[in-house]
């Protein structure tokens, strides 16, 4: 059975990744490279839909209803750097949150798919 496959399940489902999207936004918006991208940003919103994200991404029903993630990035001149420094801090609150090495890797190479409709350089 696909370790994967239950990691929504086995890590409290919607709930569990909400409260760990909310510690993923308080590290984000800490750091001066990033949170400038965030300071127009209905913050409510957007932690909704980054938690319909992972939840999707770790196994859960799809429940995003936004506009894609190209969509959504498009003007914002998202480069590399900004990309991996957020994803090190989602890596960072995942394992702050208990989640396994292998765990953690599943999650960010299932996100690294998404890489070329958030980076525009």
């Known amino acids: 059975m696909d370790q994967q496959e239950n990691l929504y399940e086995r890590i409290g ?11 993923f936004y308080q590290s984000v918006m800490k750091d001066d490279s990033i949170r400038g991208f ?3 940003i ?3 919103k957007q932690k909704n839909h ?3 994200f ?3 991404v770790m196994g859960g029903p799809n429940q995003y209803t936004g506009k894609s993630l190209a969509k959504a990035h498009e003007g914002l001149n998202t480069k590399g750097e900004h990309f991996d420094t957020i994803v090190e801090h989602l890596r960072n609150t995942m394992v702050q949150h208990q989640l396994s090495e ?10 690294s798919h998404y890489r ?3 980076v525009k350089e």
């Open 54 to 56: 992972l939840s999707f």
């Open 116 to 118: 070329n409709d958030i």
């Open 42 to 44: 209905d913050m409510d």
């Open 38 to 40: 965030f300071h127009q």
């Open 102 to 111: 292998q765990e953690v890797e599943a999650v960010l190479q299932k996100i």
């Open 13 to 23: 489902g919607q709930q569990k990744i909400g409260d760990m999207v909310e510690d």
């Open 50 to 52: 980054q938690t319909n």
